[in-house]
C-alpha cells in the first residue's frame, strides 16, 4: 500500500501535464453561438502598473459599453506570467472566455491551435474594416496568406532611452543614430562604477526583441521562407554576437547584467548607473523609481545608416497587445460588438493614452497625446521602422531556445570567457537543434 | 437473498474503503493514465484545441527522450543527472540538520521554545516569498551574500554569479536545504519524544557516553520513521519545482537543471505535451523503482535487526 502511495506522489508531475489537458476536451467542432446574447466574459492583460489599476481603468468604458448594448462585460485581468498557461488551458478545455488579449507574438501560434475566430472580411467589416487599422500592427496578428487570428489594441516600439545629465557630464551633447555612436558614446561615460548601455540579460523574450531588430540590420530573418528556424546564417550570428560584444567587447554594459530579469536595468538607469537603455515605453517605470520627466530623452533606436526606415534600418519589433474571439463563444454577436467598441477611435484614443501605449487605429493617432517627446518617437517608429517578431507557430519555442543561447552568451561574456563567432555559431546551433524535437 | 455472514463480515472493510479509493481513481489514477496515454501522443499544438485526435506516435515519443546522441535526449540525461546528485546532496544535509538540530534542542533549556519556533520559520514561510528574497540575496552585485562573502570577508577573488553558470547548482541546494531542513527537524523533534527516558538511564549507568547514547539507543529507535522521512524528503527533492522555477526563471541554468523545470519546458513552454508526458512517465518509472527498491531494502533490514 505504501509503495502505492508513494507512486502517486510521484505522479504529481505527470498530473501536472495530464490535468491541464486531460479535464474537458470539448471543442464544439462549428464553434461560436448566440446562446447568452445578455453577456461576455473578457480576459484584459495588465497593462497598468497592477491588475486592480487595470481594474479602475476598464471598469467605466465597459459600463459605458453596458449602457449602449445591453451587453454585461465579466472582466478579468490576468497577470502577464499566467495569461498564455491560461489560453492554454481555456484551448484545451473548451471553456475559455468571449473575448480576451493576446500578446501580438503568440498569434501565430494560437492561430495554429485553431481556438480564435478568424478575421475574415466580413468579421473585419463588422469592426469597420482592415484599413483603419496600422498596416505592420495587422501583420502580426497571424501567419502570412491565412485571416488574421486577432485585432490589434495597443501597440509599442522600442526607443533609446538617454539620461541627459549622464550624457552632458561626458560631453555629448546628441543622442547616438548609429551603433558606432553609441559604442563610442558608452565607451567616454563607463567609467567609475557608470556605465553607458543597460541589458536584461535574463529575459529571454527581451534579449529576442533586441536579437531580431538587429538580425534585420544584418538582412537576417530567424525563420526562412518556408518557416523553417534558420538561426545559424551569417547575419543571425553576427546580430547575435553584436548584443553580446556590448559586454564582451566593447565594455559598456556591465558584466551583472547578465543575470538580471526583473527589469533591475531600469532600476540602474532611474538611479543614474547607466546612461542608456533600450526599452518600450518606460516612461512610467522611471517615474515609479523616482525619476523626474525631464531628466531623460527620448531616442529613435540606432540603425547603421543613421536614418531608420525598413529592411536593414529596421529599429523596433513591433510590440502590442491584439484582441480575439474566442471560437467557442456563446455570444458571437456580443463579442464582435465589444471588439468593435475597443478598437473604437475614442476608446482607443482613451484606453492607449492612459495606458502609454500608441493606437494602432490610425485615426486615433492624431491625438496630441501622441505628439509629446517620447510618444512621437515611439509613433514615428511604428510608422516607419518597426516589424513584427516572425510569425511562425514555433514562436514560443523561438524565444525559449535563442533567449536562453542569448542569455548563457551573456553569462559567458560575464565570466569573461572569450565570446567569438564560433561560440556564438555553436551555441545557436544548439537552440536550432531544440527547435527540431 | 441473503449474504452468508462470512462474506458480509469480510466485506465490510472494503465497502468503507470505498469512497476513499473512488477518489484515489479521480485525483490519482485517472490524470496518471492519462498521462501515459498522451505519452504515445504526438500532441502538439495543433491538437491540444481537441486532443482526442492528436495521431498516434507509438513510442516515437519515447525514441526521441531515450536518444541520447541527440539533443533531447542528452539535455534529459544531462538533467537527471543533476537531479540525482541535489536530490542526494539535499536529502542528506535536510536530514543531518535536523537531526541534530533534532538532539541539541532535546536538552531542556531557557529559550528552547524560541528556538523552536525560528528554526520552524522556513517551513511556514510561503515558498514565493522565500525564494525571492533569496533570489535578491544572490544577485551578483547588490546581493547580500557577495557582500558577505567578498566586501566583507574576502573570500572570492571577484564578485561570483549565483544565478547563472556553475555556482547556481550550490546556490538551489542552499534554498532547497533552507526550506525543507526543518520539516526533518520536525519529524524527528516528535520521534525523539516517543523514546523512552529509561532508557537512556540505564545507559547513563552502565557508563555509555553521550555519542554511544546516539548511536546505541537514539538512531535504531528513530530507525522506521528514518525510512519514511528519508523516502519522502528524497521524492521531494527529485521532483522540485518551485524553488528553482523562482529562482531562475523559464530558463534555469545548465548545472542547476532540475528534471521537473525540464520536462515542464519541455512541454509547457514548447506546447510539446506528448514528449513532456513520455519523460514525466519515465520519471515516475524510475522512481517507482527506486521507491520499491528501497522499501524492500530496509524493510528486509528491519527484519533482520527484530530477530
Redesign the interface.
Known amino acids: 500500500m505504501?509503495?502505492l502511495r508513494?507512486?502517486?506522489?510521484?505522479?504529481?508531475?505527470?498530473?501536472?501535464?495530464?490535468?491541464?489537458?486531460?479535464c474537458g476536451?470539448?471543442?464544439s467542432p462549428g464553434g461560436g453561438s448566440d446562446d447568452a446574447p445578455g453577456t461576455l466574459t473578457y480576459w484584459a492583460s495588465n497593462q497598468g502598473p497592477n491588475v486592480e489599476a487595470d481594474k479602475k481603468i476598464l471598469g467605466p468604458e465597459l459600463k459605458k459599453f453596458e449602457r449602449r448594448t445591453g451587453i454585461k462585460v465579466r472582466l478579468e485581468v490576468v497577470p502577464w506570467p499566467e495569461l498564455l498557461?491560461r489560453i492554454?488551458t481555456a484551448?484545451?478545455s473548451?471553456q475559455g472566455p468571449d473575448v480576451l488579449n493576446i500578446g501580438n507574438t503568440w498569434s501565430a501560434?494560437l492561430q495554429?491551435?485553431?481556438?480564435l475566430l478568424p478575421w475574415d472580411k466580413k468579421n473585419f467589416d463588422a469592426i469597420g474594416g482592415r484599413g483603419r487599422f496600422l498596416a505592420p500592427a495587422l501583420d502580426a496578428t497571424g501567419a502570412a496568406g491565412k485571416d488574421p487570428a486577432a485585432v490589434p489594441l495597443y501597440s509599442l516600439a522600442y526607443a533609446l532611452y538617454y539620461n541627459k545629465q549622464m550624457f552632458k557630464d561626458a560631453g555629448i551633447s546628441e543622442p547616438p543614430a548609429t551603433w558606432d555612436e553609441l559604442v563610442a558614446d558608452g565607451k567616454r561615460i563607463a567609467k567609475g562604477g557608470k556605465w553607458g548601455l543597460g541589458a536584461e540579460g535574463?529575459q529571454?523574450t527581451n534579449n529576442i526583441h533586441q536579437a531580431f531588430v538587429l538580425g534585420k540590420q544584418h538582412g537576417a530573418d530567424f525563420f526562412d521562407g518556408s518557416g523553417k528556424p534558420a538561426f545559424t546564417s551569417d547575419g543571425a550570428v553576427a546580430a547575435v554576437k553584436q548584443y553580446i560584444d556590448f559586454m564582451a567587447k566593447d565594455k559598456i554594459i556591465?558584466?551583472?547584467n547578465?543575470?538580471y530579469?526583473q527589469n533591475?536595468s531600469l532600476r540602474d538607469f532611474a538611479t543614474g548607473r547607466t546612461a542608456m537603455v533600450l526599452w518600450q515605453a518606460a516612461a512610467t517605470t522611471f517615474a515609479a523609481d523616482g525619476m523626474k520627466p525631464d531628466e531623460w530623452g527620448v531616442a529613435p533606436v540606432p540603425v547603421p545608416s543613421g536614418t531608420p526606415g525598413t529592411g536593414r534600418q529596421t529599429n523596433s519589433m513591433l510590440a502590442g497587445i491584439n484582441i480575439a474571439v474566442f471560437k467557442n463563444t456563446h455570444n458571437l454577436h456580443g463579442a464582435r460588438e465589444f471588439v468593435k467598441f475597443m478598437t473604437s477611435d475614442a476608446e482607443q484614443r482613451l484606453l492607449n493614452k492612459t495606458y502609454g501605449s500608441i493606437p494602432p487605429v490610425t485615426a486615433a493617432q492624431r491625438d496630441p497625446a501622441f505628439d509629446r517627446q517620447d510618444t512621437r518617437v515611439l509613433r514615428d517608429t511604428l510608422t516607419r521602422s518597426a516589424t513584427p517578431l516572425p510569425q511562425v507557430?514555433e514562436e514560443?519555442?523561438f524565444e525559449?531556445s535563442v533567449?536562453?543561447a542569448i542569455?548563457?552568451l551573456f553569462?559567458d561574456a560575464?565570466?569573461g570567457h572569450p565570446v567569438t563567432t564560433a561560440s556564438v555559431t555553436a551555441r545557436l546551433a544548439?537552440a536550432e537543434?531544440?527547435m527540431?524535437? | 437473498m441473503r449474504i452468508p455472514a462470512g462474506l458480509r463480515r469480510a466485506g465490510l472493510p472494503y465497502l468503507l474503503l470505498l469512497p476513499a479509493l473512488a477518489l484515489e481513481l479521480l485525483v490519482h489514477l485517472v490524470p496518471m493514465v492519462i498521462g501515459i496515454v498522451m505519452s504515445f501522443k504526438d500532441l502538439t499544438r495543433l491538437h491540444i484545441g481537441d486532443w482526442g485526435t492528436a495521431p498516434w506516435e507509438g513510442l516515437g515519443n519515447y525514441r526521441v527522450t531515450v536518444d541520447f546522441d541527440a539533443p533531447v535526449g542528452a539535455t534529459l540525461l544531462h538533467s537527471f543527472l543533476v537531479t540525482c546528485a541535489f536530490s542526494v546532496l539535499s536529502v542528506g544535509l535536510c536530514w543531518l540538520l535536523g537531526t541534530a538540530a533534532a538532539l541539541f534542542l532535546q536538552e531542556d533549556f531557557r529559550g528552547r521554545g524560541l528556538l523552536r519556533a525560528v528554526f520552524l520559520t522556513p517551513y511556514a514561510l510561503p515558498v514565493y516569498a522565500a525564494v525571492i528574497t533569496w533570489a535578491f540575496m544572490f544577485q551578483r552585485d547588490n546581493g547580500l551574500v557577495n557582500h558577505v562573502l567578498h566586501d566583507q570577508l574576502h573570500l572570492t577573488d571577484g564578485r561570483p554569479f549565483w544565478l547563472l553558470g556553475d555556482h547556481s547548482f550550490a546556490a538551489l541546494l542552499v534554498v532547497c536545504v533552507w526550506k525543507t531542513w526543518p520539516f526533518a527537524f520536525l519529524v524527528v523533534m516528535a520521534g525523539l519524544q516517543s523514546i523512552p527516558k529509561e532508557l537512556y538511564e540505564a545507559a547513563a549507568l552502565d557508563g555509555a557516553g553521550m555519542l554511544r547514547q546516539i548511536r546505541r539507543i537514539t538512531l535504531p529507535s528513530l530507525r522506521p520513521l528514518n525510512q519514511v522521512l528519508v523516502l519522502v524528503l528524497f521524492l521531494w527533492s527529485f521532483n522540485e519545482f518551485n524553488t528553482p522555477y523562482v529562482l531562475f526563471g523559464k530558463a534555469a541554468p545548465e548545472a542547476a537543471d532540475l528534471l521537473s523545470i525540464h520536462i515542464y519546458q519541455s512541454s509547457f513552454v514548447t506546447w510539446n505535451f506528448g514528449t513532456g508526458s513520455a519523460m514525466s512517465v519515465l520519471l515516475l518509472l524510475f522512481l517507482l523503482v527506486v521507491t520499491a527498491g528501497y522499501l524492500l531494502a530496509t524493510s528486509r533490514g528491519r527484519k533482520h535487526a527484530d530477530d
Do not use: F, H, W, Y
Open positions: 505504501r509503495i508513494a507512486a502517486t506522489i510521484t505522479a504529481t508531475v505527470t498530473a501536472l501535464a495530464a490535468v491541464a489537458s486531460g476536451g470539448g471543442t498557461n492554454l484551448t484545451t473548451g501560434s495554429a491551435t485553431g481556438a535574463g529571454l556591465a558584466p551583472g547578465a543575470e530579469g533591475q507557430a514560443s519555442q525559449t533567449g536562453t542569455k548563457d553569462a560575464a565570466a544548439k537543434q531544440q527540431a524535437q
